[in-house]
């Protein structure tokens, strides 16, 4: 995390894609754990699946 003006650009670039929500979701959903999916038996989307 140098300071310099590559690293204002990529951080800048990086802030705009997080204003898109796919790329939002790409990057939270697995860091919060979100993604993860165990098959429990039931098709329902929610079993299996952390509570928020």
Known sequence: MRP???T???WEMFSDLMDLGD???Y???PLA???A???LGDDHQL???LCP
């Open 4 to 6: 310099g003006p590559q």
């Open 8 to 10: 204002r650009a990529l």
């Open 23 to 25: 790329a939002h979701r």
């Open 27 to 29: 990057v939270t959903e």
């Open 33 to 35: 754990g979100r993604d």
């Open 37 to 39: 999916r165990y098959d």
């Open 47 to 49: 079993v299996g699946s």
